[in-house]
Protein backbone atom coordinates (compact mmCIF):
# COMPACT_ATOMS: atom_id res chain seq x y z
CA UNK A 1 0.00 0.00 0.00
CA UNK A 2 1.29 3.57 -1.12
CA UNK A 3 2.89 5.95 1.87
CA UNK A 4 -0.39 7.98 3.00
CA UNK A 5 0.10 12.22 4.41
CA UNK A 6 0.35 12.25 7.99
CA UNK A 7 -3.68 13.78 8.32
CA UNK A 8 -4.91 11.00 5.85
CA UNK A 9 -3.05 7.90 7.93
CA UNK A 10 -4.94 8.95 10.97
CA UNK A 11 -8.60 8.44 9.53
CA UNK A 12 -7.48 4.98 9.35
CA UNK A 13 -9.44 3.02 12.03
CA UNK A 14 -6.32 0.55 12.80
CA UNK A 15 -3.75 3.26 13.25
CA UNK A 16 -6.31 5.88 14.97
CA UNK A 17 -6.77 3.04 17.54
CA UNK A 18 -3.27 2.55 18.10
CA UNK A 19 -2.55 5.98 18.26
CA UNK A 20 -1.65 8.02 21.48
CA UNK A 21 -3.52 10.91 20.66
CA UNK A 22 -6.90 11.61 22.04
CA UNK A 23 -10.19 11.76 20.11
CA UNK A 24 -13.68 12.38 20.90
CA UNK A 25 -15.47 9.17 22.06
CA UNK A 26 -17.48 9.06 18.83
CA UNK A 27 -14.85 8.78 16.74
CA UNK A 28 -13.09 6.05 19.40
CA UNK A 29 -16.26 3.70 18.83
CA UNK A 30 -16.84 4.57 15.03
CA UNK A 31 -12.70 3.32 14.78
CA UNK A 32 -13.64 0.00 16.69
CA UNK A 33 -16.66 -0.36 13.75
CA UNK A 34 -14.78 -0.11 10.87
CA UNK A 35 -11.80 -1.97 12.21
CA UNK A 36 -13.99 -4.91 13.35
CA UNK A 37 -15.13 -5.57 9.86
CA UNK A 38 -12.55 -6.91 7.10
CA UNK A 39 -14.70 -5.14 4.43
CA UNK A 40 -14.69 -2.08 6.10
CA UNK A 41 -11.13 -1.71 6.47
CA UNK A 42 -10.70 -2.75 2.90
CA UNK A 43 -13.36 0.02 2.00
CA UNK A 44 -11.15 2.38 4.27
CA UNK A 45 -8.08 1.69 2.18
CA UNK A 46 -9.73 2.01 -1.19
CA UNK A 47 -11.30 5.26 -0.66
CA UNK A 48 -8.02 7.18 1.47
CA UNK A 49 -5.92 5.86 -2.01
CA UNK A 50 -8.75 6.77 -4.13
CA UNK A 51 -8.47 10.37 -2.39
CA UNK A 52 -4.76 10.79 -3.37
CA UNK A 53 -3.24 12.29 -6.07
CA UNK A 54 -1.01 8.93 -6.53
CA UNK A 55 -3.67 7.43 -7.92
CA UNK A 56 -4.33 10.24 -10.68
CA UNK A 57 -1.44 10.37 -11.42
CA UNK A 58 -1.30 6.50 -12.15
CA UNK A 59 -4.60 6.72 -13.65
CA UNK A 60 -3.24 8.85 -16.11
CA UNK A 61 0.00 7.08 -16.86
CA UNK A 62 -2.03 3.95 -17.78
CA UNK A 63 -4.79 5.46 -19.28
CA UNK A 64 -1.91 7.16 -21.55
CA UNK A 65 0.07 4.28 -22.09
CA UNK A 66 -3.16 2.22 -23.01
CA UNK A 67 -4.22 4.42 -25.44
CA UNK A 68 -0.91 4.77 -27.24
CA UNK A 69 0.30 1.37 -27.57
CA UNK A 70 -2.36 -1.24 -26.59
CA UNK A 71 -5.85 0.32 -28.60
CA UNK A 72 -6.37 2.85 -30.93
CA UNK A 73 -9.08 4.49 -31.79
CA UNK A 74 -12.06 4.80 -30.17
CA UNK A 75 -10.66 2.35 -27.69
CA UNK A 76 -13.63 0.43 -26.73
CA UNK A 77 -12.46 -1.95 -24.25
CA UNK A 78 -10.57 1.43 -22.60
CA UNK A 79 -14.29 2.82 -22.00
CA UNK A 80 -15.66 -0.34 -20.57
CA UNK A 81 -12.80 -0.65 -18.05
CA UNK A 82 -13.19 3.83 -17.15
CA UNK A 83 -17.41 2.75 -17.03
CA UNK A 84 -16.72 -0.41 -14.15
CA UNK A 85 -14.10 1.64 -12.54
CA UNK A 86 -16.11 4.39 -12.02
CA UNK A 87 -19.14 2.38 -11.26
CA UNK A 88 -17.46 0.94 -7.90
CA UNK A 89 -15.76 4.06 -6.97
CA UNK A 90 -18.57 5.68 -6.90
CA UNK A 91 -20.05 2.62 -4.33
CA UNK A 92 -16.99 3.36 -2.26
CA UNK A 93 -18.07 7.16 -2.52
CA UNK A 94 -21.39 6.71 -1.40
CA UNK A 95 -19.67 3.95 1.16
CA UNK A 96 -17.60 6.53 2.77
CA UNK A 97 -20.87 9.09 2.92
CA UNK A 98 -22.97 6.96 4.65
CA UNK A 99 -20.15 6.09 7.09
CA UNK A 100 -19.49 10.05 7.62
CA UNK A 101 -23.24 10.36 8.69
CA UNK A 102 -23.46 7.59 10.76
CA UNK A 103 -20.01 8.93 12.54
CA UNK A 104 -21.80 12.86 12.63
CA UNK A 105 -24.98 11.37 14.12
CA UNK A 106 -23.02 9.27 17.05
CA UNK A 107 -20.95 12.26 17.69
CA UNK A 108 -23.88 14.69 17.67
CA UNK A 109 -25.61 12.43 20.15
CA UNK A 110 -22.85 12.18 22.72
CA UNK A 111 -22.51 15.92 22.21
CA UNK A 112 -26.15 16.42 23.26
CA UNK A 113 -26.00 13.74 25.97
CA UNK A 114 -23.02 15.69 27.15
CA UNK A 115 -24.64 19.13 26.61
CA UNK A 116 -27.76 18.39 28.66
CA UNK A 117 -24.99 16.57 31.52
CA UNK A 118 -23.56 20.07 31.61
CA UNK A 119 -26.41 21.75 31.79
CA UNK A 120 -28.35 20.00 34.48
CA UNK A 121 -24.94 20.43 36.59
CA UNK A 122 -24.74 23.92 35.96
CA UNK A 123 -28.52 24.30 36.80
CA UNK A 124 -28.18 22.44 40.23
CA UNK A 125 -25.01 24.51 40.86
CA UNK A 126 -26.65 27.91 40.45
CA UNK A 127 -29.66 26.68 42.58
CA UNK A 128 -27.00 25.86 45.01
CA UNK A 129 -25.29 28.84 44.52
CA UNK A 130 -28.58 30.63 45.55
CA UNK A 131 -29.49 28.61 48.13
CA UNK A 132 -26.43 29.64 49.85
CA UNK A 133 -26.35 33.07 48.96
CA UNK A 134 -29.81 33.59 50.80
CA UNK A 135 -28.69 31.54 53.56
CA UNK A 136 -25.64 34.20 53.96
CA UNK A 137 -27.49 36.88 53.50
CA UNK A 138 -30.43 36.19 55.77
CA UNK A 139 -27.49 35.09 58.68
CA UNK A 140 -25.54 38.26 57.89
CA UNK A 141 -29.23 40.51 58.12
CA UNK A 142 -30.29 38.52 60.72
CA UNK A 143 -27.40 39.13 62.82
CA UNK A 144 -27.34 43.05 61.90
CA UNK A 145 -30.74 43.72 62.52
CA UNK A 146 -29.70 41.66 66.02
CA UNK A 147 -26.87 44.02 66.23
CA UNK A 148 -29.32 47.43 65.60
CA UNK A 149 -31.99 46.43 68.01
CA UNK A 150 -29.09 46.03 71.23
CA UNK A 151 -27.35 49.01 70.36
CA UNK A 152 -30.39 51.00 70.36
CA UNK A 153 -31.49 49.42 73.59
CA UNK A 154 -28.29 50.74 75.30
Given at each position: ??????????????RL??????H????I????K???S????I?D????????????WI??A???L??L??????????????S?E????ST??M????????FQ?????????A?E???K????L?????R???????R?MG???????S??A?
Amino acid sequence: MTSLRPEASRLVPRRLLKGTEIHHPAVIDEARKRNASFQLRIADQITTFAGSMSFVWIHAAIFALWMLFFEHSPWPTLTLVVSLEAIFLSTFVMIGQNRQAAFQQTKADHDYQAEELELKTNTELTREIHRLTAELHRRVMGQASDDHGSASAT
